[in-house]
């Protein structure tokens, strides 16, 4: 009896220290990354062009595209995965369509980001010819993150209850005007943080990026052309770190990753405000 | 209230445009359908493209070479992938066993013994983890975890298997907790109450009760997180050292698929031998991860019956 109260105690310890462990690594990681980079983001560094083999570079260029590249992807990806998850959550019937589409969602979501990154080189490099473009990153960066997009916007629809959409059909709406007032509306702050959740993957994508849109930015800044070449912040901090020549890629690569964490931590917390407004204000029901 | 859910403009019908309505409905559900067709040309067109372009391979080399041949020297015309396919194998084993364990730990913890504050700590610690680029945690291996093994091993460069699969555990540690969470939250409370009434401590539940229910979730967050390691590309890159040689121990310089990719595929030119024996490996891969989420999908359907 003693001894199996001892061993509870331990077992019961080791969980605990599970837990202990995934929060201190956080922590260590945090404090390492920051305490290196923090102090290299000055002015100067956030705005500076960076420099392929001198000292006193900065990463400028590569914040506008980062950007630049999030925004387009995400015009290709919420509209198509939202009308999809619409269709798989409020249209699709039980049939064999209906599954072959469950199952490419799934496994495009399982397709390595790399995949993603040649079957872009193939199609909008070496097919279309675009040469290395902040399109074709875009676009190879949204088809990684459709099956989320999918995935979420399923879930979100169907969790809502069955109420409301009685209550609208029984007004006499279309099924359509019920989707798009009703069930939207109530489903949207799930929707947001799946969004979130793909917007953080495409500032920290890189593998797809550096055979799509290239590790070179172009000579002007801001570049909108959307057919130059355009180096992301993650695909910089890779190129200075792991192949770059400049003396200083200690000091640039610090900066970048400290950057690259700020921006993530930054949109973590501006996408729970806009989620609390929305529940706030949608769901007092 | 019910003015900011029902904020459509024509929400109520009037006999007027019923017409109309019935035509816009008919439109959207054909783009709505579109949408989601789109989804299987994308995956289609993914597995053609890709293979196609890497079974050009075997114009120039045998298969039975190219699987079996740990002799990767593509100027000498030699194209054996062993050697990446057991880096591969050796490190998404080893990640997901020191991922895995920690992983479904911290899920018991969060759902059977946190107090509600650490709780929260602990989903918001995840989701920090989730939010972290491959590029920084491949920094982070660079400049902390390769030059620790380096002191403590004496005899090493530092690179090589071990730190990959220590880095990348931490990487799959999110996709092991939340899937197994959920799983374990879902185990019906009266399981557990039953267990308690039998006389069984919250170990014995957990381990005699709970876990057994929550095992298809459970397994399934892993296979999950097993074809995330699979995939990763850019934090491996960065601290396995890039070579094409078998390593004898944890602690050489090896490669794996995705890093050989990665390397390599800028040196090369579209078309030729060496460029499409890459592609064959990225072949490799997707059918692996394919199976993978097959294998995840049928644990998954077996659970909820």
């Not at chain 2, 359908?33 to 993914?46: D, E, G, K």
Request: aromatic residues 10%; charged residues 15%; glycine residues 8%.
């Amino acid at each position: 009896m003693k001894c199996s109260k001892l061993k509870d105690n331990f077992i019961t310890m080791l969980f605990w220290a599970s837990g202990v462990i995934i929060f201190l690594l956080l922590c260590c990681f945090l404090f390492m990354i920051l305490s290196e980079g923090l102090p290299v983001l000055s002015l100067d560094f956030i705005f500076g062009r960076p420099e392929e083999m001198l000292e006193g570079g900065g990463i400028g260029p590569e914040i506008f595209n980062t950007f630049y590249i999030l925004l387009l992807s995400m015009l290709i990806t919420i509209p198509i995965g939202l009308g999809a998850g619409i269709y798989l959550a409020e249209y699709a019937k039980d049939n064999i369509i209906t599954r072959v589409i469950k199952l490419s969602v799934e496994c495009l979501a399982s397709v390595p980001s790399i995949v993603f990154g040649l079957f872009g080189m193939i199609v909008f490099v070496v097919k279309f010819k675009m040469g290395f473009s902040i399109l074709g990153g875009a676009a190879a960066l949204s088809l990684l993150n459709l099956p989320v997009m999918v995935r979420v916007t399923e879930q979100a629809i169907t969790s809502v209850p069955n109420i409301y959409k009685e209550a609208s059909y029984a007004l006499g709406t279309t099924k359509w005007q019920t989707i798009y007032s009703v069930i939207l509306p109530i489903a949207l702050p799930n929707i947001i943080t799946g969004i979130n959740l793909i917007a953080g993957r495409a500032i920290g994508e890189s593998a797809v990026l550096i055979y799509t849109a290239g590790t070179s930015i172009s000579r002007v800044f801001p570049q909108f052309n959307p057919m130059a070449a355009g180096e992301t912040l993650s695909v910089h901090l890779w190129y200075v770190k792991a192949i770059g020549l400049i003396p200083d890629a200690d000091r640039v690569s610090a900066g970048t990753a400290a950057m690259l964490i700020v921006i993530i931590l930054i949109f973590n917390m501006v996408i729970k405000l806009i989620n609390k407004y929305i529940k706030r204000n949608f769901e007092g029901v | 209230m019910e003015s900011k859910i029902i904020r459509g403009k024509n929400t109520y019908l009037t006999f007027k445009n019923v017409k109309t309505a019935k035509e816009i409905e008919k439109i959207i559900k054909m783009l709505l359908t579109a949408c989601a067709i789109f989804m299987i040309i994308v995956i289609f067109s993914i597995i053609t493209f890709v293979s196609k372009q890497g079974l050009e391979t075997f114009k120039m080399v045998s298969p039975i070479e190219y699987f079996t041949s740990s002799y990767w020297s593509p100027f000498e015309e030699q194209f054996g992938i062993l050697t990446f396919i057991k880096g591969t194998l050796l490190l998404t084993g080893l990640s997901t066993l020191i991922g895995g364990v920690l992983g479904v730990g911290c899920a018991i913890f969060i759902s059977k013994f946190a107090p509600k504050f650490i709780k929260n700590i602990l989903r918001f610690t995840v989701e920090i983890f989730v939010g972290i680029p491959s590029v920084v945690y491949g920094y982070i291996g660079l400049t902390v975890v390769v030059p620790l093994i380096r002191r403590i091993f004496s005899n090493s460069v530092g690179f090589g298997i071990l730190p990959a699969s220590l880095i990348l555990s931490v990487m799959i540690m999110p996709t092991v907790i939340t899937i197994s969470e959920d799983s374990i939250n879902s185990v019906d409370i009266s399981f557990e109450e039953a267990s308690y009434a039998l006389g069984a401590t919250k170990i014995q539940t957990i381990f005699g009760v709970i876990l057994p229910c929550a095992f298809p979730g459970i397994i399934s967050s892993i296979i999950l997180a097993m074809a995330r390691a699979l995939g990763e590309t850019m934090a491996v890159q960065m601290v396995i050292g890039n070579t094409p040689q078998l390593a004898n121990s944890l602690l050489e310089p090896t490669s794996s698929l995705t890093t050989a990719i990665v390397m390599d595929i800028a040196n090369t030119e579209f078309g030729s031998t060496w460029n499409n024996a890459l592609f064959m490996m990225a072949t490799v891969l997707l059918v692996i991860s394919i199976i993978f989420i097959l294998f995840a999908r049928k644990l998954n359907r077996r659970s909820m019956r």
